[in-house]
Every structure is written in structure tokens, then in C-alpha cells.
């Protein structure tokens, strides 16, 4: 991410997603919590932002979960937070997979798949991001990249077109960043010119600029013409940063 940016400007709470203002899916084995227009769930407001198609976040019952169906020309990206997930797809792959590592799929043509929750006993969680891809109609493929270890400090690219420090390789310009700093540490939030930014706080608590305090489920946009330093105010902080 770059350093270089405009003057530093207060990000108000316009710009904030709060975790009770996404849309709600639920059944008898999902809670789902939408940050933008998914499904039935459809607010004109909130459609996308710059190539971040979708942010859901999911939880998923004791086997249960999402049965075998297809996507096409999509780029998915599976982030565990609690559980683990079984994998299945129509190019071979099974994977189960957990924290620290991501699943990237990139549907093309036509890829069919299945995600359930590996568990027959414990409740799964997930972020499911999806990006439009930068081209229609590419070859499908699927992958399982390990995230950073949890002691590495600054911003660490986990999705890239260019598959930078081993991070998972997506066919869109969007690089997708954690964060895991600690109490008291800052994180410096500024974007190349003509960029869009999207901060997810996974966990913990964090506060943008002087006074803008954001929870677990927040989300935040903003451009290239705002610049801003993150604190972490808990232990546990744990942030995604889309810049797109």
C-alpha cells in the first residue's frame, strides 16, 4: 500500500458501515450479515464499492453449510475466522481449512463447489468476499494460501493480482491486507491515487483519526483524498483493508 497520499482529512461517520446496519440472511443453520446488496437482500446504497462486490459474513451451524452450486466469473475468497470448513469443487479439489489460511477461487467459466462446516459438533465462521473479476470468461481455478503469522507487524498483502509475498493471486487489481496490531500500536491508511479504500474490523477495536471508534463487523470507505492512522484500542484487534 502506499504511503504517499493527500493531506490527512477527520473521516466522519459517514463513512461508516456500523455491524447493525448490514443486511441480515438467516435459516435454521445460517446467520449471514451482509455488508452490501446479496441475495434477497438488495439496498441501493450499499450495491458495491469500486471492485468489492460482496462482504458476508457467515455462521454456519454444526454440519451444515453451503451445498454443492456453481459461480461464474467471480473472484471468492474464503477467510476462516472460528471453525474449520470442508472444501469440495468440480476441478478435484478438497480442502479443509481453517484460521490463518484463505481459499481463493476464481470461477471463470464455471466452477461448481461445496463449503460446508467440518464440524459435527461446533459452530463455523467466515468472512465470504467476493471481487469482480478484471476479465469474462477465464479458465476456473482454486487455491489454499496460509495467511501471516499473527506476531508479524504492519499491513500484510493476503490477496493480489501479482501473488506479492505469498499472498493468494486474484485476477483483479484489488489488493486485500490484514492487519494485526497490537494495543496502543497504530497502522498507517493511505492510497495511490485514483483508489478506493474498504476497512473490515474482523475483531477487537480500533479507532480511525482522533475520535472514530470502530467494532468487530464495522466496516469504513474512503478514498485516495483521505488519509488516516488506525489504533488499536484492544489486544485482539484484527482488520482486512481493501484497496481497490
Known amino acids: 500500500m502506499s504511503k504517499q497520499a493527500s493531506t490527512p482529512r477527520i473521516i466522519s461517520e459517514q463513512n461508516a458501515r456500523r455491524a447493525h446496519q448490514r443486511g441480515a440472511m438467516e435459516n435454521d443453520w445460517l446467520q449471514a450479515r451482509l455488508s452490501f446488496s446479496f ?5 441501493p446504497n450499499h450495491t458495491h464499492w469500486g471492485s468489492l462486490r460482496a ?3 457467515d455462521r454456519v451451524a454444526a454440519g451444515a453449510g453451503f451445498a454443492r452450486h456453481e459461480h461464474r ?3 471468492s475468497l474464503t477467510y476462516p475466522i472460528q471453525g ?3 472444501h469440495t469443487d468440480s476441478l478435484g479439489n478438497d480442502f479443509v481449512f481453517g484460521p490463518g489460511q484463505l ?3 476464481s470461477a471463470g ?3 461448481e463447489h461445496s463449503e460446508m462446516n467440518a464440524s459435527a459438533t461446533e459452530p463455523e465462521r467466515h468472512l465470504q468476499i467476493w471481487l469482480y473479476p478484471r476479465s ?3 479458465e476456473p481455478s482454486c487455491s489454499l494460501t496460509r495467511l501471516p503469522a499473527v506476531g508479524q507487524v504492519g499491513w500484510r498483502p493476503i490477496a493480489s493480482p501479482d501473488g506479492r509475498d505469498g499472498s493468494a493471486t486474484v485476477q483483479q487489481s484489488a489488493v486485500i491486507f490484514l492487519g494485526r496490531p497490537d494495543a496502543g500500536d497504530t497502522l498507517a491508511c493511505a492510497l495511490p491515487e485514483h483508489r478506493l479504500g474498504y476497512l473490515h474490523v474482523v475483531s477487537g477495536m480500533v479507532r480511525v483519526g482522533p475520535a472514530l ?3 468487530p463487523g464495522d466496516g469504513l470507505r474512503f478514498t485516495h483524498r483521505e488519509a488516516f492512522e488506525l489504533l488499536a484500542t484492544t489486544p485482539d484487534a484484527e482488520v482486512l483493508l481493501f484497496d481497490l
Open 103 to 105: 481459499l481463493r477461487i
Open 84 to 86: 474449520r470448513i470442508h
Open 213 to 215: 471508534h470502530l467494532r
Open 109 to 111: 467459466t464455471g466452477i
Open 136 to 138: 469474462r470468461r477465464t
Open 55 to 57: 462482504l458476508n459474513e
Open 39 to 43: 441475495g434477497d437482500y438488495q439496498d
Open 73 to 75: 466469473d467471480i473472484e
